[in-house]
């Protein structure tokens, strides 16, 4: 069992280009989310989904759009990558019975981004 | 707005015990999550409280108190693999988890 994967492992961009980060998990889990992590600041949550064909806003989606056609699968697109963008992506899933253990999100294992 | 904080940067022994705090305003509580972060790696679960109380599991323990927005988290018998990055994070009333900036744990012999 893999979990989660997530392509590629790092990637140098140059600014205006699109770029899509894939995540991929086995779990049948029907939550996954979308983070960047920068140096000093907490995880910070772009976009998520509940459930296959539902996607939601998180704290900071601008730049950003996701979809979500099937359980396993949860892309996030960078339409023109900015430099500001630079940063490590998580993307993470739960079971999604909110409100107990079982919303414990499971990671993967993150893509390096650089944007030049 | 919500805030999570908890240290920066702690130092500790090998074979010792460190505690590491997280307090926590945020918008309803639907329970804390603690993960460990071994640089360049992913975030991994650690412990899940949701009812006040102390949760052990092996040499970690983590600790909830409601009233007061707070946790621990107690690592005991200190190896040198238990240095990383230890995050805190709350399930706030949207189901949404609100993350601390993490706290940087070394560990010296």
């Known amino acids: 069992i893999a979990g989660i994967t997530q392509a590629p492992t790092s990637q140098i961009l140059a600014a205006g280009r699109r770029m899509t980060l894939r995540c991929t998990q086995d779990?049948?889990?029907?939550?996954m989310y979308w983070y960047r992590q920068d140096l000093g600041l907490g995880l910070r949550l772009i976009h998520y989904?509940?459930?296959?064909?539902?996607?939601g806003k998180g704290e900071v989606p601008d730049g950003y759009s996701v979809s979500r056609a099937n359980t396993d699968d949860f892309p996030l697109t960078l339409a023109s990558a900015v430099p500001s963008q630079t940063s490590v992506y998580f993307c993470?899933?739960?079971?999604?019975?909110?409100?107990?253990?079982?919303?414990?999100?499971?990671f993967g294992p993150g893509t390096r981004l650089t944007v030049l | 707005g919500q805030n999570i904080d908890q240290p920066t940067e702690m130092t500790a022994t090998e074979g010792a015990i460190v505690q590491i705090n997280c307090t926590y305003q945020?918008?309803?509580?639907?329970?804390l999550f603690w993960y460990q972060q071994h640089a360049g790696e992913a975030p991994t679960f650690l412990s899940y409280?949701?009812l006040d109380g102390l949760e052990e599991k092996g040499r970690f323990s983590s600790f909830l108190s409601r009233s007061k927005g707070y946790s621990y988290l107690l690592l005991k018998e200190l190896q040198m693999k238990d240095s990383a990055s230890y995050l805190c994070?709350?399930?706030?009333?949207?189901?949404?988890?609100?993350w601390g900036a993490g706290t940087k744990l070394i560990i010296k012999p």
């Open positions: 989904s509940n459930t296959a064909g539902t996607t």
């Open positions: 779990m049948r889990h029907n939550a």
């Open positions: 993470a899933s739960s079971d999604g019975s909110a409100g107990s253990s079982t919303d414990t999100q499971y």
């Open positions: 409280n949701v």
């Open positions: 945020t918008s309803g509580f639907n329970g």
């Open positions: 994070a709350v399930m706030d009333s949207n189901y949404q988890l609100i």
